[in-house]
């Protein structure tokens, strides 16, 4: 072969070279649009996911599903309740001294009230973070709650008495609990009347109750038109008081002057009762043990929402001496100054009594 034709093969050769650089170049190029557009629309997408399911998230979480609140109020009692029994059987209570009530009774807390507090707040707090809960123990800021596992969702009881559900919005719950309710017959070793409690308000109606008793390991619950435990004993005595003598319970360590004034609305005969605990003395009432159950002091809500809310439950009453309803709807209003009048049957005997009897104070 001469120069001139090996010349022009190299050109060939070189231009052949030339242009593969150029379309791989370009093919590159192109490659790296192409993965830069994979890339952004990847992206796009997981943003929009994120977002779009982080905002459902939120608008999830915003609702509250009260059957799951309800098994897991059960949880929470019962969880409690153990704490209470287990403590109570060590040698020291660690009593202390929340001051003086308005009768001038000691309103004493032990390691129960402080320890149930830490379990039963946490348990639910844990499973409905949004969830308001107010309880009796307030000082939840020092205690170690990393150890409290959540409170379970499923409860075969609840299951196998209500189908359904309702889901409503967290702004219009609030979660009420009382970690040792009776913390004074506590101290006395007076088991009968120890409960822990949890109660459910919607829009500041008691409408989800429940009463555990640790020391006899049995436990109440109501759902204001939805159903109640198969365990609980609803009296089915629908008439007046026993041989016409009312039988009344009211609070053996805050009574003030309430015998005096129940025997002067229903008569000298009337008998009174004097127990512990509001929760015992509403099962009390639903059980048919009593007649009714009344308190002319101030008392806190977390100790009557969840007895409220199971006598809701049962169709019976309970309100303020003057018959109004009591409002759960506020941390900050936790008294209520109305005194108490609870019954499952004839409301409408012991109300007007009442009334009349507070109108004469009045004069």
């Known amino acids: 072969m001469g120069v001139m034709p090996k010349l022009k093969a190299m ?36 943003m929009m996911y994120r977002y779009g399911h982080s905002s459902s998230l939120t608008r999830k979480s915003s609702m509250v599903s009260l059957k799951n609140l309800l098994s897991a109020a059960i949880d929470s009692a019962q969880r409690g309740g153990k704490i209470v029994y ?22 004493p807390v032990t390691d129960g009230d402080i320890k149930s507090h830490l379990t039963m707040f946490y348990s639910l707090k844990k499973i409905f973070p949004e969830v308001e809960i107010i309880s009796e123990e307030l000082d939840s800021s020092n205690l170690e709650s990393s150890s409290v596992p959540p409170a379970a969702q499923y409860n075969y009881e609840v299951n196998s008495v209500i189908t359904d559900d ?3 919005p967290v702004k219009d719950v609030k979660v009420w609990i009382d970690p040792l309710d009776a913390t004074q017959e506590y ?8 409960t822990t409690m949890v109660c459910v308000a919607l829009k500041g109606h008691a409408v989800i109750g429940v009463i555990h008793k640790p020391f006899i390991n049995f436990t109440a619950w109501g759902w204001a038109g939805k159903g109640i435990s198969p365990k609980l004993h609803v009296s089915g005595t629908q008439g007046g008081p ?33 127990a512990g605990g509001a929760g015992y003395k509403s099962l009390a009432v639903i059980e048919g043990d009593v007649d009714a159950y009344i308190h002319v002091t101030m008392i806190k809500k977390w100790d009557i929402c ?17 018959g109004l309803p009591i409002d759960y709807s506020s941390r900050e209003e936790y008294t209520n100054e109305g005194g108490v009048l609870a019954t499952l049957y004839n409301y409408k005997y012991y109300l007007p009594k009442l009334q009349n009897l507070r109108s004469k104070s009045l004069h």
Do not use: C, W
């Not at 287990?86 to 309103?107: F, M, P, Q, W």
């Open 166 to 168: 309702i889901i409503v």
């Open 187 to 194: 101290t006395e070793n007076l088991r009968e009347y120890v």
């Open 86 to 107: 287990d403590i109570r059987e060590t040698a020291d209570l660690h009593v202390k001294s929340k001051g003086k009530t308005k009768e001038g009774a000691n309103d």
């Open 11 to 46: 050109s060939v050769l070189s231009d052949a070279s030339h242009s593969s650089k150029m379309n791989l170049g370009a093919t590159i190029r192109i490659n790296k649009f192409g993965v830069g557009i994979i890339m952004a629309t990847v992206v796009m997408v997981i």
């Open 306 to 322: 969840a007895g409220n809310a199971i006598l809701n439950a049962v169709n019976g009453n309970m309100t303020t001496l003057d």
């Open 242 to 274: 026993k041989d016409d003598i009312p039988q009344i319970i009211v609070s053996r360590s805050h009574a003030g002057d309430v015998k005096d004034k129940v025997k002067a609305a229903f008569g000298d005969k009337t008998e009174v009762i004097p």
